[in-house]
């Protein structure tokens, strides 16, 4: 069959992925507690999911140099769909746990491979990769909106209805991805798998564009946790009503498909760099204000603008981070940045409580804030060295 290009091919099976994503939503939890699943058994499967992602990201990684990106990816989302399809029909707390492992190995493989497939697809050009992650920004967005609206009106009927629906996305991105996607490698054969995984590390282990760029991850952390875990409970005491949640939310996806859509009309005059330089100390102050202001409407406008922030910068640290990593092992060392800064991220989770429960939710936020500013400052260093 014709293959199709990198662009409509990385679109195409990206938007069956987000799809898959966004439709099992906040309905996975509701149907396991539909089956008398206690939340400790929930926060078990998710456990059991991230130690299995942890575990297996960095070799699978390698996997995706050695034998094909396309064929990794594709893989990995069968898996995650087989997963989901297993969760929707079955109530044993065995088989339930069994699939979320299968749903954490399917990440792994996951990890570290469709980005740079795209990459190396189309030969490196930075500006035609940031304006295809930023196309996808305004896309997730789009689809998030819509798939809220399909999974609440099918979950009336059933609600393992989103979550079977979810399942067979993933298998149909599968299938789609190794029908329309040319095959592209790291080493490909031309080195053992051992060898792949060793001289990733030590890619890691020499160049210092990384070591900044892992500092500024790691100071970043505290702000996306604070963000992400809290956002909603800072717009509570601000008094936002429980209810109303649900209207805000749909509200915070499509800003992000603005922000997708800013992050296309800026790569065409500006360099990703330029906008990973703007963006990140942005954040930052954000972070810091919402730990300030006490007015709802205010925090309301600042959480808007916050993830419209994100998906401006997102593009561009997906393009900056792929041209630091060579080519034949590009997603080795993707998946293992991944399994750090998932470390990274189980820390920021755990020392923003802590300082959350000392401080006050808003001194968490303006202490994750400064620290985002301190990121800016070893971004700026990993650019000039790079």
């Given at each position: 069959m014709k293959k199709i290009s990198p662009e409509k091919g990385y679109i195409l099976v990206s938007s069956l992925g987000a799809w898959m994503t966004h439709l099992m939503g906040p309905y996975l939890t509701i149907w396991l507690r539909s089956l008398g699943i206690s939340f400790a058994q929930i926060g078990?499967?998710?456990s059991v999911s991230?130690?299995?992602t942890f575990i297996t990201?960095?070799?699978?990684g390698g996997l995706a140099d050695r034998y094909g990106r396309r064929l990794n990816y594709a893989v990995g989302i069968l898996l995650f769909g087989v997963s989901l399809i297993i969760i929707a029909c079955s109530s044993s707390f065995f088989i339930i746990a069994l699939a979320f492992a299968l749903a954490g190995i399917g990440s792994a493989f996951m990890s570290g491979t469709l980005t740079p497939w795209l990459y190396d697809a189309i030969k490196g050009d930075k500006k035609r990769a940031h304006m295809v992650?930023?196309?996808m920004r305004i896309i997730n967005g789009i689809l998030g909106t819509v798939a809220g609206f399909v999974a609440g009106t099918?979950?009336?009927?059933?609600l393992n209805l989103p979550i079977l629906l979810a399942g067979i996305c993933g298998i149909s991105a599968s299938l789609l991805a190794l029908l329309f996607l040319e095959e592209n490698y790291g080493h490909g054969k031309a080195k053992p798998y051992g060898e792949i995984l060793k001289d990733g590390l030590k890619h890691i282990a020499r160049e210092r564009t990384l070591h900044y760029l892992l500092v500024a991850s790691f100071f970043l952390s505290f702000a996306g946790r604070s963000f992400f875990m809290f956002w909603m409970v800072l717009a509570k005491e601000a008094g936002l009503r429980e209810s109303s949640i649900g209207y805000v939310y749909p509200l915070l996806i499509l800003s992000t498909s603005f922000g997708g859509f800013v992050s296309l009309?800026?790569?065409r005059f500006m360099d990703h760099r330029k906008i990973l330089a703007i963006t990140t100390p942005l954040m930052g102050l954000l972070i810091i204000a919402m730990g300030i202001v006490k007015g709802l409407l205010s925090l309301l406008a600042l959480i808007t603008l916050f993830e419209i922030i994100i998906a401006i910068r997102a593009p561009a640290m997906i393009t900056f981070r792929n041209e630091l990593i060579p080519s034949p092992i590009r997603s080795t060392v993707t998946s293992a940045l991944s399994t750090i800064g998932g470390m990274f991220s189980m820390l920021a989770n755990i020392a923003v409580g802590l300082i959350a429960d000392i401080f006050g939710l808003g001194g968490a936020y303006v202490v994750s804030g400064i620290l985002a500013l301190f990121a800016s400052l070893f971004l700026m260093m990993a650019i000039k060295h790079s």
């Open positions: 078990f499967f998710q991230s130690l299995l990201d960095f070799p699978t992650f930023s196309r099918i979950s009336r009927y059933a009309r800026l790569s």
